[in-house]
């Protein structure tokens, strides 16, 4: 797990187990930030997502997205808490996730996707292949038996 975080250059590994104040960056404010977040402004409309994961604790809450980054192999939104700490989560856990190309591209009007179609026609023939041979050693060894 170090050595993930070690080459992650957005990841800052600090002790947990010191009691030290630490005084580096957004991290001195109790993960409260000086910087100007990159969402929109008041002024502007703020883009808002909500917490879809069933059992996440947060699930149903909606945030202001800060940022949307890829972090550890997968894409996340960055928010603020209810105690102002930047906090992130994975966007395939919120209505953030972007949409599916083939559901945006059938608009509706195809209830399966190819390769999900092609895998069952797969499927079935593996499946009747399977009763044919059955089929045949039973005829086999009822001939046998007469």
């Given at each position: 797990m170090n050595a993930l975080?070690?080459?992650?250059?957005?990841?800052?590994?600090?002790?947990i187990d010191t009691k030290a104040v630490v005084h580096v960056g957004e991290y001195s404010r109790g993960g409260r930030s000086n910087e100007q977040p990159t969402a929109h402004d008041a002024v502007d409309?703020?883009?808002v997502f909500r917490v879809t994961h069933p059992f996440?604790?947060?699930?149903?809450?909606?945030?202001?997205?800060i940022e949307r980054r890829s972090a550890w192999g997968e894409e996340r939104?960055?928010?603020?808490?209810?105690?102002g700490r930047l906090r992130r989560l994975a966007t395939a856990w919120t209505n953030a996730v972007a949409p599916d190309p083939f559901e945006t591209v059938s608009a509706g009007r195809s209830h399966f996707r190819?390769?999900?179609?092609?895998?069952?026609?797969a499927?079935?023939?593996?499946m009747s292949d399977a009763k044919g041979s059955v089929r045949a050693s039973r005829r086999m060894s009822k001939m046998s038996s007469k």
């Open positions: 975080a070690d080459a992650d250059p957005e990841t800052m590994r600090i002790s409309q703020q883009e996440h604790p947060l699930f149903g809450r909606e945030f202001v997205l939104v960055y928010f603020h808490d209810d105690a190819v390769d999900n179609l092609l895998q069952l026609a499927l079935s023939a593996r």
